[in-house]
């Protein structure tokens, strides 16, 4: 008898709204950016080393006051969505904490804290989304971090009450102050899922799917590879985020991103709040991907419609 391969779908609680104020404050010039890992944990309100080049900066009120705000955000998160999707997934879907080679996460926007939450043993986790990725946060080049703190929280609150990303919200929070793109919500999603980064790399892809070194804007598909350590088993792990188009129009033109997918063979995947794209015929090629390449698919009920599951093939929990 030929093993099914897995299917589950799943809900999730909402959050209560959380606000806070802000205190605005001049940082100290720098000639070198701090290292992500400092940033990271400095963007996610959390304490750093003494001998930090942001340390000074935590004196702040503007950052105590942020940290205060997502002490107490990630606690409610914790407590009303983590806590029960861990149960959930202990009861309905064990073999999702087992290692595997990759976990694929469509139309994720920055949102790495539920896929590492689902498959915490991926080794590799690619998102992807249309927004861009920002140039490398620096706090101590930020003129106004009040401003920037609080639009970062208010670019995040969507998702930390909701369990999902408003697009046009995090699209305006996030262009309208010195914290551009989803490489900061990435940096606070890593550091309060307790992960030290040991390297970020800013990438490209050609048509073939191959990957380089690149600049921002420089051609090919922009994406970013973050580099880090899962501080509770010690083992690294990479994430991948690019900017692109995923309709099939978007990989017809531009076919890299699903190629450098197909590297990584078969893995799982994550759908939630993918605003039922996958309903459409204008997005089968990622839809035949994602069922192609997954041996395990973790969705709502805005993912890929049960009519394209083969029950033959499919071990569908709902």
């Not at 930090?52 to 409610?76: G, I, N, T, Y």
């Not at 991926?122 to 920037?148: F, H, Q, W």
């Not at 609080?150 to 929070?173: C, G, P, W, Y």
């Not at 078969?266 to 990622?286: P, Q, R």
């Amino acid at each position: 008898m030929t093993a099914k391969i897995t299917l589950s779908i799943f809900a999730l609680s909402i959050l209560n709204a959380v606000c806070s104020a802000q205190v605005q404050q001049n940082p100290l010039p720098s000639n070198s950016p701090p290292p992500p890992d400092d940033t990271a944990r400095f963007l996610a309100g959390m304490p750093l080393a003494k001998n930090s080049p942001l340390a000074v900066l935590a004196s702040d009120p503007a950052w105590q006051e942020h940290s205060a705000f997502f002490e107490k955000a990630f606690a409610k998160l914790n407590l009303r969505q983590l806590k029960k999707l861990h149960a959930w997934e202990q009861n309905y879907l064990p073999e999702a904490t087992q290692p595997m080679p990759v976990a694929f996460y469509m139309f994720s926007g920055p949102d790495f804290l539920y896929v590492d939450q689902f498959f915490p043993k991926a080794p590799v986790y690619v998102l992807c989304g249309k927004e861009s990725m920002g140039p490398p946060p620096d706090p101590l080049r930020i003129t106004n971090l009040s401003g920037a703190l609080h639009n970062l929280e208010e670019a995040m609150n969507s998702s930390l009450r909701f369990s999902f990303f408003i697009t046009k919200d995090m699209k305006v929070d996030l262009q309208s102050q010195e914290l551009n793109g989803t490489l900061p919500i990435l940096y606070v999603f890593l550091a309060r899922a307790d992960k030290s980064i040991t390297d970020v790399t800013f990438i490209s892809l050609n048509r073939n799917g191959t990957f380089q070194e690149s600049r921002l804007g420089q051609g090919g598909t922009p994406g970013v590879r973050i580099d880090y350590i899962d501080n509770r088993s010690g083992d690294a792990q990479t994430l991948f985020y690019f900017t692109t188009d995923i309709s099939d129009g978007g990989i017809q033109s531009n076919p890299g991103f699903l190629k450098f997918c197909e590297h990584f063979g078969v893995g799982s995947s994550l759908l939630k709040s993918s605003s039922y794209l996958m309903f459409e015929e204008g997005f089968a090629t990622v839809r035949n991907f994602i069922l192609d390449h997954s041996n395990t698919i973790v969705q709502d009920d805005a993912g890929i419609p049960l009519i394209y599951f083969n029950r033959d093939k499919w071990n569908i929990r709902l």
